[in-house]
């Protein structure tokens, strides 16, 4: 059978409004499938009850689909899930509108490029799931013909996932769970932009993201842009680590993590990062130690819509990071010889490559972050000086 629903819900305390998401993780082929269906925020009780009502209408639609269910991560299996859903029992019995018969065979519309015979094309969503008034991936995206020698309820054959730079591309399930709210407005980053049009609105921010090795000089740099340049240093792992300190629910996660050298969930750190920047007036950020793999950066531009200006990027040999560590003093729990050599190692095997990404869009401007401070901050003065404050 085609496909395995798995379905769980999660709360944050992170937001001043208590938030809760359910998402529904389908393991492919449903997964490109269906995504986009169903996480969100539950800002209320009757919203709650409302994605119930959408969770099970789903549900039905994978059923007629032909699919299976099988505990794979998470909670467990969608239907029992959705019993134990904390405020279901606050909630009037959900009611679950039939679901109408399958549509007739529908011929692609007009402004469709694909025909009916193309891989891409699908028809339109059935009507249930119009009324879910979730943004679903475009049609012709989405679901290809039923394959010929297939029966009804048999799932097509789903399409490779389209390249993940497409600004088009709807948010993946990943994304979503990662993101811990519903991105309705379609996903559009602006590349090569200075500033995007993002999550804050109308406020227009400029977003340096500050790369580099432990130990590279991040945060003393970014003390000296601050300083001299009026951007707001936002330090990813600070954040963590006052998160870890407030005795948040997520508290033993950072701090084993942490002890390990490892990265926390992009949910909790870029959680904290967008309630960081909603609450600052500035509009000129410094993300230090952030995105710190590939799925941080691809998370935070989903969630916030925002593309950096540029990323700094502090070059320096392990040697001399490891000196700089064991000597900063901080009470650091994993500034310790065995801790850094596993950050050493998470570095190379998961943040080079996001710099490798953003170089990729000429966005890298390196720092040989090997010579004195203060030497090394004249080479960032020459890159910030379009920056310069004003008054
Ligand atoms: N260019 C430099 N030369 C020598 N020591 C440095 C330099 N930059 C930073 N340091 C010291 O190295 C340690 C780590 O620097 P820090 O800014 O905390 O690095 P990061 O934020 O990249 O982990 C600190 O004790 C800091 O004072
Ligand atoms: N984006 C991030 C940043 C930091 N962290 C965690 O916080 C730790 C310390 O990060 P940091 O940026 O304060 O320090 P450095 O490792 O750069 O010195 C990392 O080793 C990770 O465990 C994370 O999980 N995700």
Request: with cysteine; charged share 25%.
């Amino acid at each position: 059978m085609p496909s395995v629903g798995v379905c769980r819900w999660r709360s944050s305390p992170l937001s001043a409004v208590l938030r809760r998401s359910f998402v529904v993780d389908l393991l492919p082929p449903s997964r490109s499938q269906l995504c986009g269906a169903v996480p969100c925020d539950f800002p209320s009780p009757d919203a709650v009850g409302r994605r119930i009502r959408l969770l099970k209408i789903w549900w039905k639609e994978l059923m007629v689909l032909g699919a299976t269910t099988t505990a794979a991560s998470g909670v467990g299996p969608l239907g029992p899930v959705l019993g134990d859903f904390p405020f279901a029992e606050k909630l009037a019995p959900p009611v679950v509108a039939p679901t109408p018969p399958a549509p007739p065979p529908v011929s692609p519309p007009a402004n469709c490029h694909a025909s009916r015979g193309d891989a891409a094309w699908a028809p339109p969503p059935h009507p249930s799931a119009r009324r879910a008034r979730i943004k679903r991936p475009p049609a012709c995206l989405r679901l290809p013909p039923p394959h010929h020698q297939h029966t009804h309820h048999a799932l097509p054959v789903i399409p490779p996932p389209r390249p993940p730079s497409s600004a088009h591309r709807p948010p993946s399930i990943q994304d979503r769970r990662a993101m811990g709210t519903v991105v309705d407005a379609p996903t559009v980053v602006t590349e090569n932009e200075e500033v995007a049009v993002n999550m804050l609105g109308d406020k227009k921010v400029t977003v340096v993201f500050v790369l580099g090795g432990p130990g590279s000089g991040k945060g003393t740099q970014c003390a000296n842009i601050v300083e001299h340049f009026g951007f707001t240093h936002l330090s990813a792992g600070d954040l963590l680590r006052a998160e870890l300190k407030s005795g948040s629910e997520n508290g033993t996660m950072i701090e084993n993590m942490i002890k390990e050298g490892k990265i926390v969930p992009s949910e909790v750190t870029i959680a904290l990062l967008k309630e960081a920047m909603i609450k600052n007036d500035n509009d000129k950020f410094l993300i230090d130690g952030f995105p710190r793999n590939e799925e941080n950066r691809a998370a935070f531009e989903h969630v916030t819509k925002i593309s950096p200006a540029f990323v700094l990027f502090f070059d320096c040999s392990e040697e001399e990071m490891e000196k700089r560590l064991l000597g900063r003093n901080e009470g650091r729990v994993d500034d310790n010889i065995e801790t850094i050599r596993k950050r050493f190692k998470v570095f190379v095997e998961s943040s080079l490559p996001v710099i490798e990404y953003y170089k990729a869009k000429d966005k890298v401007k390196k720092i040989d972050a090997a010579k004195p401070i203060a030497e090394v901050f004249e080479d960032v003065k020459a890159i910030f000086a379009p920056y310069a404050k004003t008054a």
